[in-house]
């Protein structure tokens, strides 16, 4: 079947909006945290940076507070943020550099300012990118406010140099005096003039500027063979990490050094060492005696975060012996803290301290104690990668999810804990579906060892392997399998294959008939056991099998080619939803095309008018009204960015989230099967969020 000849739209009489309260589903952290920054101007003020998840202000022992919730698709590589800079004379200035990577069709890096904390944000775009989620993210900070010139802000980049605004970050220059082209970190010494930096270049890392940076030289006597990742001022000079790599991996050797620049001699501080490098490192104010610091890649045995309280003379291991309170995010308790990047004293407290991990950030009040508490400190703070999402309509999980590097969850309640995490653990998982007509069947797959898929029978509470895979297979995949209605048969396509059948559990494999290409999103039909679907959105054909993926044929064919999204997200720009309960009826997000509907059985493919563009849909329960269910979407409608809800089968729809949460780029979009009007999307880097309406329309 071909569009020509069968298209025909549905009206919308208009867009209205509804007020919808939107919260995180709880897990707790879940993501790199390269950074954290006290500010000195105002106490209890402290903010942190992460590689995926935008960034957060936490006051007062409050909770973490996200700061970019508003940046929507176009602005989602902006969630990578690589920087922070906070002004010392003024507590309510906060600046940053976001951008996630520097590769061929990424965005330009972005300097972000703010004038009220972060709660809104102005913008200058940057002639450069920014890595920040790639290697080197978690390095000191390459902002530095002038402390006797607020105006005067220097930024430094990963492979574009050393730039400089002296408006307070409205233009920029690049300052050609400057030796390398990666920058670690940037900082004014405090005396006029004075500012140093460190390049990404063993043995020639830590450079000074005696002219507030016009022109710059390599500090003579440094560690040779290794380079500088972090600085602080001390009573004594300045501290200074070395490791021979960027990190957050890589890192073998390293070492702390004490320099003062007033005697220009460089003094060793002797750590207790097993190989690895140091990153993090703080010295406190108020006791002038105390540095801490931590390690970079020791994953043998283990990471570690040290104190000194004699200058450095002699070190204590505060992890070891140290008591550990998870009780805002239980999971974290099964894993050892890693990518220690960032370790940092309360300038205003010197019992205060906290250090950032690969899955989130510890904090104590009781530095000085023989025995030191460790508390994970999440609340607020969700910046898993939630891959893929999905709600039985039946049994204990109201949500089951697919996360990088943290398996994935079963939520009971999205916004309260307990959760349960998958097991055993895979890490990576980045595919999950179930059984509509046999809820409790569920499936997945992952990256981390062979069989890279696994099926569960009890809704996700535990997994069993696969016996088997396909053979080629080297990854689960992205979005990658499907189950079908009644549980029995399950098609998979993992990384780099077409689609794949299994009729027994995953015991054994047989590559699925009829020519669909590599890399797609297979999905279920949710009343006949028997349909399976597969959008290949760049050749503009829907694929149907009606022999339960033995054998697939083209259902449609002539439909809008999209372009495919680079990166493992090959299918951003498309995507097939089955409608609950419905044989047959599919419903289709083209991307930059709009939305559209699939009647199988009728043979017959409806436009929904209205939406500019259409990248994800799913479904909720049905208003009271209707017999079909609610359909969500996310796309453009009318130039404008949103989460949309229909009642009436897409013939009218409402906005159900605002400007200020847009929570970049959308993985998944879908509905509650048991709750009317609830939504669920889980958002790259912000984990899960779910929206209930709090009024009528």
Same mark, same amino acid.
């Given at each position: 079947?071909?569009?020509?000849?069968?298209?025909?739209?549905?009206?919308?009489?208009?867009?209205?909006?509804?007020?919808?309260?939107?919260?995180?589903?709880?897990?707790?952290?879940?993501?790199?945290?390269?950074?954290?920054?006290?500010?000195?101007?105002?106490?209890?003020?402290?903010?942190?940076?992460?590689?995926?998840?935008?960034?957060?202000?936490?006051?007062?022992?409050?909770?973490?507070?996200?700061?970019?919730?508003?940046?929507?698709?176009?602005? =989602?590589?902006?969630?990578?943020?690589?920087?922070?800079?906070?002004?010392?004379?003024?507590?309510?200035?906060?600046?940053?550099?976001?951008?996630?990577?520097?590769?061929?069709?990424?965005?330009?890096?972005?300097?972000?300012?703010?004038?009220?904390?972060?709660?809104?944000?102005?913008?200058?775009?940057?002639?450069? $990118?920014?890595?920040?989620?790639?290697?080197?993210?978690?390095?000191?900070?390459?902002?530095?406010?002038?402390?006797?010139?607020?105006?005067?802000?220097?930024?430094?980049?990963?492979?574009?140099?050393?730039?400089?605004?002296?408006?307070?970050?409205?233009?920029?220059?690049?300052?050609?005096?400057?030796?390398?082209?990666?920058?670690?970190?940037?900082?004014?010494?405090?005396?006029?003039?004075?500012?140093?930096?460190?390049?990404?270049?063993?043995?020639?890392?830590?450079?000074?500027?005696?002219?507030?940076?016009?022109?710059?030289?390599?500090?003579?006597?440094?560690? $040779?063979?290794?380079?500088?990742?972090?600085?602080?001022?001390?009573?004594?000079?300045?501290?200074?990490?070395?490791?021979?790599?960027?990190?957050? !991996?890589?890192?073998?050797?390293?070492?702390?050094?004490?320099? =003062?620049?007033?005697?220009?001699?460089?003094?060793?501080?002797?750590?207790?060492?097993?190989?690895?490098?140091?990153?993090?490192?703080?010295?406190?104010?108020?006791?002038?005696?105390?540095?801490?610091?931590?390690?970079? %890649?020791?994953?043998?045995?283990?990471?570690?975060?040290?104190?000194?309280?004699?200058?450095?003379?002699?070190?204590?291991?505060?992890?070891?012996?140290? $008591?550990?309170?998870?009780?805002?995010?239980?999971?974290?308790?099964?894993?050892?803290?890693?990518?220690?990047?960032?370790?940092?004293?309360?300038?205003?407290?010197?019992?205060?301290?906290?250090?950032?991990?690969?899955?989130?950030?510890?904090?104590?009040?009781?530095?000085?104690?023989?025995?030191?508490?460790?508390?994970?400190?999440?609340?607020?703070?969700?910046?898993?990668?939630?891959?893929?999402?999905?709600?039985? =309509?039946?049994?204990?999980?109201?949500?089951?999810?697919?996360?990088?590097?943290?398996?994935?969850?079963? !939520?009971?309640?999205?916004?309260?804990?307990?959760?349960?995490?998958?097991?055993?653990?895979?890490?990576?998982?980045?595919?999950?579906?179930?059984?509509?007509?046999?809820?409790?069947?569920?499936?997945?797959?992952?990256?981390?060892?062979?069989?890279?898929?696994?099926?569960?029978?009890?809704?996700?509470?535990?997994?069993?392997?696969?016996?088997?895979?396909?053979?080629?297979?080297?990854?689960?995949?992205?979005?990658?399998?499907?189950?079908?209605?009644?549980?029995?048969?399950?098609?998979?396509?993992?990384?780099?294959?077409?689609?794949?059948?299994?009729?027994? %559990?995953?015991?054994?494999?047989?590559?699925?008939?009829?020519?669909?290409?590599?890399?797609?999103?297979?999905?279920?039909?949710?009343?006949?056991?028997?349909?399976?679907?597969?959008?290949?959105?760049?050749?503009?054909?829907?694929?149907?099998?009606?022999?339960?993926?033995?054998?697939?044929?083209?259902?449609?064919?002539?439909?809008?080619?999209?372009?495919?999204?680079?990166?493992?997200?090959?299918?951003?720009?498309?995507?097939?939803?089955?409608?609950?309960?419905?044989?047959?009826?599919?419903?289709?997000?083209?991307?930059? !095309?709009?939305?559209?509907?699939?009647?199988?059985?009728?043979?017959?493919?409806?436009?929904?008018?209205?939406?500019?563009?259409?990248?994800?849909?799913?479904?909720?329960?049905?208003?009271?009204? =209707?017999?079909?269910?609610?359909?969500?979407?996310?796309?453009?409608?009318?130039?404008?960015?949103?989460?949309?809800?229909?009642?009436?089968?897409?013939?009218?729809?409402?906005?159900? %989230?605002?400007?200020?949460?847009?929570?970049?780029?959308? !993985?998944?979009?879908?509905?509650?099967?048991?709750?009317?009007?609830?939504?669920?999307?889980?958002?790259?880097?912000?984990?899960?969020?779910?929206?209930?309406?709090?009024?009528?329309?």
């Amino acid at each position: 079947m071909r569009i020509e000849g069968a298209n025909r739209a549905c009206e919308i009489a208009n867009v209205k909006s509804a007020a919808y309260e939107w919260k995180s589903a709880v897990v707790g952290g879940g993501g790199f945290v390269p950074g954290i920054v006290f500010s000195g101007a105002k106490q209890g003020l402290i903010y942190a940076r992460t590689d995926m998840g935008g960034a957060y202000r936490r006051e007062n022992d409050g909770q973490w507070i996200p700061l970019n919730d508003a940046f929507g698709m176009e602005e =989602s590589e902006y969630y990578g943020v690589l920087s922070l800079g906070l002004d010392c004379n003024d507590a309510d200035f906060v600046c940053a550099l976001n951008g996630k990577y520097t590769g061929e069709g990424s965005l330009p890096a972005a300097f972000h300012y703010s004038f009220d904390r972060g709660d809104t944000w102005e913008r200058t775009l940057l002639p450069f $990118k920014a890595g920040g989620n790639e290697k080197g993210r978690g390095t000191g900070e390459r902002i530095a406010i002038n402390p006797c010139d607020s105006g005067d802000i220097i930024m430094g980049s990963t492979r574009d140099g050393l730039w400089r605004s002296r408006d307070r970050g409205l233009t920029w220059d690049r300052v050609e005096g400057f030796p390398a082209e990666a920058v670690n970190f940037v900082m004014f010494d405090g005396e006029p003039g004075l500012v140093y930096a460190a390049a990404a270049v063993k043995g020639k890392s830590f450079l000074c500027s005696c002219d507030r940076g016009a022109t710059w030289q390599e500090v003579p006597g440094q560690p $040779k063979g290794l380079m500088a990742l972090r600085a602080c001022k001390c009573a004594e000079g300045i501290i200074i990490t070395f490791s021979d790599s960027v990190g957050p !991996h890589g890192a073998e050797s390293g070492g702390v050094w004490l320099y =003062s620049a007033e005697k220009r001699e460089w003094k060793e501080l002797k750590l207790p060492g097993y190989g690895g490098g140091f990153s993090g490192v703080s010295a406190c104010p108020g006791k002038r005696e105390r540095f801490i610091v931590s390690t970079l %890649n020791r994953y043998s045995p283990k990471d570690g975060v040290f104190l000194s309280d004699d200058t450095g003379a002699s070190w204590r291991h505060l992890l070891e012996g140290a $008591k550990f309170d998870f009780s805002e995010a239980p999971y974290a308790s099964e894993i050892t803290p890693h990518w220690i990047s960032d370790v940092k004293i309360n300038p205003f407290d010197p019992d205060n301290a906290l250090f950032t991990t690969g899955y989130g950030v510890f904090e104590t009040k009781n530095l000085s104690s023989a025995t030191v508490e460790w508390k994970f400190t999440a609340r607020g703070m969700e910046q898993a990668v939630a891959a893929q999402i999905v709600c039985p =309509s039946k049994g204990r999980a109201a949500l089951v999810s697919a996360m990088g590097d943290i398996d994935g969850f079963v !939520h009971e309640n999205p916004g309260s804990l307990p959760l349960i995490r998958h097991t055993p653990h895979v890490g990576t998982t980045l595919s999950v579906a179930y059984a509509p007509l046999a809820a409790l069947k569920a499936v997945k797959t992952f990256n981390a060892r062979p069989p890279y898929g696994a099926y569960s029978q009890d809704g996700g509470m535990s997994w069993t392997d696969f016996s088997s895979f396909p053979e080629g297979a080297k990854s689960g995949g992205f979005k990658s399998a499907a189950i079908s209605a009644d549980g029995n048969v399950i098609i998979w396509a993992p990384k780099g294959l077409c689609p794949h059948r299994s009729a027994d %559990n995953g015991k054994s494999w047989e590559k699925c008939a009829g020519g669909v290409a590599a890399g797609l999103w297979p999905v279920a039909d949710t009343r006949n056991p028997g349909r399976f679907y597969v959008f290949d959105g760049v050749k503009g054909i829907l694929w149907e099998s009606t022999d339960a993926g033995i054998s697939f044929k083209e259902a449609l064919s002539g439909l809008p080619k999209s372009a495919a999204y680079p990166g493992d997200d090959g299918m951003a720009e498309y995507m097939a939803a089955p409608v609950p309960g419905s044989e047959g009826d599919v419903w289709l997000a083209c991307g930059r !095309h709009g939305l559209y509907r699939y009647m199988g059985v009728e043979k017959e493919l409806v436009r929904i008018s209205g939406f500019d563009r259409a990248y994800r849909t799913g479904f909720g329960k049905s208003a009271a009204w =209707s017999l079909y269910p609610s359909v969500y979407a996310w796309g453009f409608m009318a130039g404008i960015e949103g989460f949309f809800r229909s009642d009436d089968c897409g013939k009218t729809w409402i906005r159900i %989230n605002d400007d200020r949460h847009k929570y970049g780029f959308i !993985h998944c979009i879908t509905g509650d099967p048991r709750v009317f009007g609830r939504c669920y999307v889980s958002a790259e880097g912000r984990g899960i969020l779910y929206g209930d309406e709090t009024a009528n329309y």
